[in-house]
């Protein structure tokens, strides 16, 4: 059975700082996804990484995906406020649903 | 269009009604889902529909009523609900069941009193 185990849960940052977020699964997933979540609305689609080695760059967000180590991981390069979310990877294992991680409540300060 | 709607975007209701929440997606998707979402807590998958039929109901009350009228459209009918139910209520498509980027609809804030 999948488990998707992500770290930390709760990250204060400050504006300009850079930081990362790690996801660690369980067996094989075949596809890692990050999901943004602001306060109150639903689930954005971030990335999508479907291969060992993948690399996805949106703005100032960054994810990478290593099958060897089984780990995931959501690059911060220089902070802002509007980046203040929750922050969930998922994974999945041939034809099973999405497995979630908890979530990291990111908050960016000034 | 790239979007997931859902209808309403807030419902209270009381343990006796029954009601519905509505799910539309026009994609072209296949695999449409309802999830459960507590303040602070990942999205709960509930029900996965795939080319219309039922695959997944991950041991949900059968309060909850899930139906799928066609490969746009997605229903969730709600009886006799308990306080506890009250949640944000989140479907989501995907191109199929086995590929699972799925996009989110805004959710129904779902109060039971």
């Known amino acids: 059975e999948l488990k998707v185990e992500q770290n930390p849960l709760f990250l204060s940052m400050q504006e300009g700082k850079n930081y990362t977020i790690y996801c660690n699964y369980s067996?094989?997933?075949?596809?890692l996804y990050w999901y943004r979540q602001d306060p109150g609305k639903s689930l954005e689609s971030l990335f999508v990484?479907?291969?060992?080695?993948a690399v996805k760059q949106e703005g100032r967000l960054m994810a990478s995906l290593d099958t060897k180590a089984r780990l995931s991981t959501l690059h911060i390069t220089a902070a802002v406020h509007d980046l203040s979310a929750t922050y969930f990877c998922?994974?999945?294992?041939?034809?099973?649903?999405?497995?979630f991680g908890k979530g990291t409540r990111l908050s960016v300060i000034a | 269009d790239t979007e997931v709607t859902q209808t309403p975007k807030h419902l209270v209701m009381g343990m006796t009604n029954k009601k519905s929440l509505k799910c539309e997606q026009h994609?072209?998707?296949?695999?449409m889902y309802w999830y459960k979402q507590k303040a602070k807590k990942p999205p709960e998958l509930m029900f996965v529909?795939?080319?219309?039929?039922?695959?997944i109901n991950e041991s949900v009350p059968s309060r909850f009523s899930p139906e799928c009228p066609n490969s746009s459209l997605l229903n969730l009918h709600l009886h006799a609900l308990q306080p506890e139910d009250s949640a944000l209520y989140l479907c989501?498509?995907?191109?199929?069941?086995?590929?699972?980027?799925?996009?989110f609809g805004p959710g129904t804030r779902l109060t039971v009193l």
């Open positions: 067996t094989t997933s075949d596809r």
């Open positions: 998922a994974g999945d294992s041939g034809n099973t649903p999405l497995v």
């Open positions: 994609m072209g998707h296949r695999a």
């Open positions: 990484l479907l291969s060992n080695g």
């Open positions: 989501a498509s995907s191109l199929s069941s086995s590929y699972n980027e799925q996009f």
């Open positions: 529909y795939s080319y219309e039929k039922l695959s």
